[in-house]
């Protein structure tokens, strides 16, 4: 390509709205340019960025077992229904009415669509396991969509569906797309860890995902010191922290008077109290069931061990729900007197560590205090369940290990879904003694525009990308530096016998000064730098400079393209996950 006839826009300024490295270095280096919040034209070294990052997914995919397929961008919402998550995904999902009053779903993701097409061609064990994957737009009315395509509300993503006779089967599969996702990963140059995930809303049993470890991340990653153990921070298990020791006699329980005091900080500063003598009491409900839920003033709660405790889904109940239980205004509601009158009753284990606590009074205005689990309030029973449901925070231990805390970006994400979709869309087959049963289903994503994202944010510097060769949108940059004939026409002999020899190559034909092509063969980050100037032709050779290095070597110029093609196979071999 010549640079002369390329569309690659490059700029000095950054976007206001551009907070980090990658959403910067996109717009700067001519990727691409943003059309409305959240979604992006790609430009062509953009589009060529994302095409190798498709081509590296899709080979391995395809090597996987996986069939390709497509499925469209507008789904029916009638599917949507049949599943319920038509009202689980909320706002997040896009919908339209159709000009026929038919309401329609913005692909926000396809189980539902790739379930319906098994529940009208599979009927047999024979034709399972089967592994269908499409690469497509999806749509995702994100509440915040913000560092540039990490969290963009229209993304490219590689999303597969495996469907299989029995549980066997599904395990087999998802070790191959655990493999093949490391695979990917790898060949793209990125480093990332694998870690624990909750399944959660999508029904499943088991879940990892592949983050990469850099500052920018939006997701929190939790590793035991000795690296044994990585989970994200909705799944990261605590060791319960030692129980108080009750030796003494207490006095009653005392009323306060604590007006208009409500928060945890709120009622600190009024009571001189330290968050670690309160407990936090929320009450949740599921359907007509009620559920109290206590923990330790100074932790969070964290729902997906709440849901996993609870056993169901379960929300925060709404102001008149409390009021009516409690009997008191949203903010003062505590167990004593009110564990008895609820469904279930969930308490963190920090709670045992209070020894004598506060806690709402069930009174508007009034809390109480010396509040003696296991006196005030029961802390075993039928409908009590003591569990682990608060954020790990820093200072804590699993098994006994320290718990470390990282940022990471999730670049993909692999799910054991069960039969959560087969069963409510009938994607049902014969088994061997022809019984019916449903497929068993599992899952597995990967961000495309994330994999070009994340990169960035790991391999930049102060002058701008550096891409690694199997993703870079070319693999060489010919930069004649100076305007003499014989430059060019030894800068454009290397261009020819480079593109003869299949090679990538972007030839800086422009009529820049040679300070301009540089910085921009610097900022969009090509791995290959080949300067051809006036003192090279009176020596006879050309510069070449690796985008990661410093040093530059000379080359005669009759060898420049066989030391290219061979600087070409090492960055390559690098990446090789055959090797
Ligand atoms: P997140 O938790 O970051 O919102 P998710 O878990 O909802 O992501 P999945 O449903 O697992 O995402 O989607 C599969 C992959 O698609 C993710 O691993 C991620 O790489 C990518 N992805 C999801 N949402 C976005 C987005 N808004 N912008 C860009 N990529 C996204
Ligand atoms: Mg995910």
Redesign the pocket.
Known sequence: MRYSKSLIPTVKEVPADAEIPSHQLMIRAGMMRKLASGTYIYLPSGWRILTKVMNIVRDEMNESGAQEILMPAVQPMELWQQTGRNVDYGPTMAHFTDRHGRENVLAP?AEEVVTSIAAGEINSYKQLPINLYQISFKF?D?FR?RFG?????E?M?K?AYSFHADEKSLDETYKIMYETYCRIFSRCGLKYAIVEAESGEMGGSSSHQFTVPCESG??IIVQTEDGSYAANLEKAPVDALPKAKRDKKYDKVQEVHTPNQKTIDEICVFLKANAKELIKSLVYKSGSELILVLVRGDFEINPEKLRCAAGKSIELADEETIKKLTKAEVGFAGPVGLAEKVNKFIIDHSVLTIEAGITGANKTDYHIKNVIPGRDFPIEGKNVIIADIRNAVEGDTYKGKKLLFKRGI????VFKLGTKYSSKLGAKFLDKDSVEKPCIMGCY???I??IAASTIEISHDDDGIIWPISIAPYEVIIVPAGNGDEILKAAEELYNELIAADVEVLLDDRDARGGVQFKDADLIGIPIRVTIGAKSIAENNAEIKLRRDKEITKVPLQKTKEKIIELIEKLKAELDVDA
């Open positions: 993701t995702r994100e969509p395509v990490l969290r963009s509300r993304f993503m999303d939006e997701d999730e670049v993909g994400q994503g990967i961000g525009n994330r």
